[in-house]
């Protein structure tokens, strides 16, 4: 099993900062310089890095991405949840950040989002830090 | 040259489940545990991960992108194909998923699909995987 | 810090061939046979590959973006520039190519592009290529 991460999401659309415990991982594995994956094994949930100062920003995201691929369109997938799925593939299932002296070189203003798109659920996510 | 495999897509718009393709390579490379990119080398092609349980989940998908990217939407560029590039950028060029015991940690859902923008062609994509 | 590389912008949406930029820092880092990711450290820019021989693929991506996530949409967070936050997620915050003999393994159309969402302003990117 690769290094996993519990994540509760608590609304059918909800980005949550994860970033602190992405970091946790990349302290516990002891890499110094090198990169960090973080990888989303679900496929109504993604990640994404964004600003994480004003919680508008993160709102006005998901306002956004329901405006654009709204719950019900005329979808053919019978689960009720196309929607999620497509929103999933527009952020994406991983994100990259370097690590550089046991830290994600993160922007000043990043954070690291996990993307629910079909909550609220319990989810996961994995970390894979290695130095390079 | 990065190894390389070869995909037929049979549609303007298609999404190819090409995950088994992945898989071999990873094996052939003889890597256990450490990551594995999957990369396209096309301009007017992406990858995604998905659902490839239900079929209705890649048409509503490519459907969706229709909609949001139509063909003939007042583009200057005059190859007829500005949508394929815009979709392209909207999946990404790239895909990056872990590796444990010789095998894609993918979730129970998840495979990867080839996202061919102006098809039908003959295409190909670049498979990294490493230890690590 | 990790290897930077700045960028100067010219519009509020501008697309910045950063590909040679790239090329020349895995050169200088002596990487071989590997990969190269390619990280943009701000929350209003991101960074995508597509076509670069006709720049109408770059304008027709642009005025893509600025219609389906106009600048003025009725957003809450008051700096704004959501719909720059907004764009960057759709286009992300990095990239990952492969590098042989040297050279970025970038298909014959394929360049790296910065994508600038709220300048013109003086922005960076950090490069992080290694062997594996």
Redesign the interface.
């Known amino acids: 099993?690769?290094i996993t991460v519990s994540v509760k999401t608590t609304e059918r659309i909800d980005m949550v900062d994860i970033t602190r415990f992405v970091q946790q991982e990349v302290l516990k594995a002891g890499v110094t310089d090198?990169?960090c994956?973080v990888?989303?094994?679900?496929?109504t949930a993604g990640v994404?890095?964004?600003?994480g100062a004003?919680p508008?920003?993160c709102?006005?995201?998901i306002?956004?991405l329901k405006e654009?691929?709204p719950p019900n369109?005329g979808?053919?997938?019978?689960?009720g949840n196309?929607d999620s799925?497509?929103k999933?593939?527009?952020?994406?299932?991983?994100?990259?950040?370097?690590v550089?002296g046991g830290r994600l070189?993160?922007?000043?203003?990043?954070k690291i989002f996990y993307c629910e798109f079909d909550g609220p659920r319990s989810r996961k996510f994995?970390v894979?830090a290695?130095n390079?």
Chains 1, 2, 3 share one sequence.
């Open positions: 099993m690769p090198g990169l994956v990888y989303v094994p679900h496929t994404t890095i964004n600003e004003d508008a920003v709102s006005d995201m306002a956004k654009l691929v369109d979808y053919r997938h019978m689960e196309s799925h497509i999933t593939s527009l952020m994406g299932s991983s994100v990259t950040v370097l550089e070189a993160l922007g000043a203003w990043q994995f894979k290695f390079c």
